[in-house]
Each structure stands twice: as structure tokens, then as C-alpha cells.
């Protein structure tokens, strides 16, 4: 049972753009939602995370939305840039669980120049 | 060194064989973590360590899998009688004890079966 759905599959946006990745969880004691970027090669790096107290948290041009009700949350990459170009995953944990992580199945961006 | 490592960072076994996959943590983090990656799949739990306590166990996939951690440093995942279905890459991560959420992965061993 995958607990955690992410969308899109891979995503392709010109630079300057927006990018958008959805992700939609089932259980409800989830109260950690961390997104990962990987580079080839490389392991996972923590980008930004939030907890279901608030509806939005921006850190520079990455921004997450949480909507409680609905079970859904999404990363936005605002003025998208080449280098911003790798795999992104979301992910949830819950009851203070916070490194025993439940992942997306990962979104590939490639950002055009 | 400043990140966690791992090593062999590239493994080929023949289907049956045992293998031991290694992990340095980041020197003070009380936490560490063994996660699998198949190829275009997300990150699958196996297993935690957090100081003294004993471990959490409970994403090993069977009881080929089994890991061991000496006290706050080294870990290794071993893996008996290796299958196909084993080929991934297995990532190891450690967190800062009171900073839990955030873990620090490494490269990973990318592990092939024939």
C-alpha cells in the first residue's frame, strides 16, 4: 500500500518558470512532511519541510503548501533554473517518527535554459 | 570527514552470495538510518539505530537482511544469500539527536546482482 503518491512522473520547465510537484497522503498521524533533491549519483539532501500547524513555509524560490483536509501538499520552485534540474522527492513520517521516513515515488525536473 | 560514508560505493555479486555494505556516520549524530532505492522508485525504510536503544527493524524486507551498529559510529548491512531482486542502491543516512527529522544521507552502494 503506497502511502504516500507523488506527481508528476518528471517535469519539464523552461527557465524562469514555476515548477509545481504534488504529493497526497492517506494516513492521518502523519505530522512531518520533508522534501528531498537528489543529483545523480549523490544521496537525498533535506530542501525544506513542514508540519501540518501551518498552511505554507517559503525558504528562498522553494516554497511547500499544506493542505490539511485535503491530505495534500506541494513544492513550488519559483524562477526554476537549470541547476535546480534533479529528482525531488516528498515524504512523511509521523507521531515524532521524524528520520523513519515514507517516500514518494520521486518526480524527475529538468529545467531548460 | 564532514558527510557520511559509505562503502563499497559500487558492488557486483553472483545470486547466492553474501554481502556487507558499510556506513560512517557523521561524527556526533546518535541516529542512523539504512534505506533502499530500486532503480526510479523512492527510498523504502529498512532500518534505524538511535543510540543504545535497540533498533527498529521493521522495513527489513526478510531475514536475509540484518545490520549491526557499534555503539554511536559504524554501521554495516549485511545481506545473505543475495537475489536479483536485491540489486538497488542502499542508502545510509545519520541525524543529530534533537535535530531527528533532518537526516544526511550518503552516496550510497549501489548493489548489482547477476
Redesign the interface.
Given at each position: 500500500q503506497q502511502q504516500v503518491k507523488q506527481s508528476p512522473q518528471s517535469l519539464i520547465v523552461q527557465k524562469g518558470g514555476i515548477s509545481i510537484i504534488n504529493c497526497a497522503y492517506e494516513n492521518t498521524a502523519f505530522d512531518y512532511f520533508p522534501w528531498y533533491q537528489q543529483f545523480p549519483g549523490k544521496g537525498p539532501a533535506l530542501l525544506i519541510a513542514i508540519r501540518p500547524d501551518v498552511s505554507e513555509k517559503k525558504e528562498g524560490r522553494f516554497t511547500i503548501s499544506f493542505n490539511k483536509s485535503a491530505k495534500q501538499f506541494s513544492l513550488h520552485i519559483m524562477d526554476s533554473q537549470p541547476g535546480d534540474s534533479a529528482t525531488y522527492f516528498c515524504a512523511a513520517s509521523k507521531n515524532n517518527q521524524g528520520g523513519k521516513l515514507i517516500f514518494g515515488q520521486g518526480t524527475e525536473l529538468s529545467v531548460k535554459p | 570527514g564532514a558527510g557520511?560514508s559509505q562503502s563499497p560505493s559500487n558492488k557486483v555479486t553472483e545470486k547466492g552470495k553474501d554481502v556487507e555494505l558499510r556506513c560512517d556516520p557523521i561524527s556526533g549524530h546518535t541516529?542512523l538510518?539504512w534505506y533502499r532505492q530500486r532503480l526510479?522508485?523512492?527510498?523504502?525504510?529498512l532500518i534505524?539505530f538511535q543510540g543504545n536503544s535497540a533498533p527498529?527493524k521493521s522495513?527489513l524486507p526478510s531475514d536475509r537482511f540484518s545490520a549491526e551498529r557499534t555503539g554511536e559510529s559504524v554501521s554495516t548491512l549485511t545481506i545473505q544469500r543475495t537475489q536479483q531482486e536485491d540489486s538497488a542502491v542502499y542508502?545510509c543516512?545519520s541525524?543529530f539527536q534533537g535535530l531527528?527529522?533532518?537526516?544526511f544521507?550518503?552516496?550510497?552502494t549501489q548493489l548489482s546482482v547477476l
Open positions: - | 557520511v541516529a538510518y526510479g522508485q523512492g527510498l523504502e525504510f534505524y527498529d522495513g542508502l543516512a541525524s531527528g527529522e533532518k537526516l544521507f550518503g552516496s550510497g
